[in-house]
């Protein structure tokens, strides 16, 4: 079965930092770009950063920017986004997603061709 997993979730003061992993199983992540996707309460799910198959590409939406960093270790098969400087507009439900290519990201969500079943992130005092 293939899937994606999300870890890393929780809850943290403003300021704070977590890191969110994604892990794969039934097959090898280095074969795609992975994105990170979040969905606040009530709000339209959204693309929050992508890396390429290599790891020499990176994208991030301009609300996170200088405060996210994604990166990948294709030898342990895992992409991590670690989030500093977090605020209440932060939160959410985190979301792993696979691209066979990595321009499908422009693309949204009608271009996942896997979705990992989501981690919260709250950020509040």
């Known amino acids: 079965q293939l899937q994606l997993v999300e870890s890393g979730g929780g809850l943290v003061q403003p300021g704070g930092s977590l890191r969110l992993s994604c892990a794969a199983s039934g097959f090898t992540l280095d074969y795609y770009a992975i994105g990170w996707f979040r969905q606040a309460p009530g709000k339209e799910r959204e693309g929050v950063s992508c890396?390429?198959?290599?790891?020499?590409?990176?994208y991030y939406t301009d609300s996170v920017k200088g405060r996210f960093t994604i990166s990948r270790d294709n030898a342990m098969n895992t992409v991590s986004l670690q989030m500093n400087s977090l605020k209440p507009d932060d939160t959410g439900v985190y979301y792993c997603?696979?691209?066979?290519?990595?321009?499908?990201?422009?693309?949204?969500?009608?271009?996942?061709?896997?979705w990992g079943q989501g981690t919260q992130v709250t950020v509040s005092s």
């Open positions: 997603a696979a691209f066979a290519i990595l321009s499908n990201w422009y693309r949204g969500e009608e271009a996942v061709d896997y």
């Open positions: 890396i390429s198959r290599s790891g020499s590409s990176t």
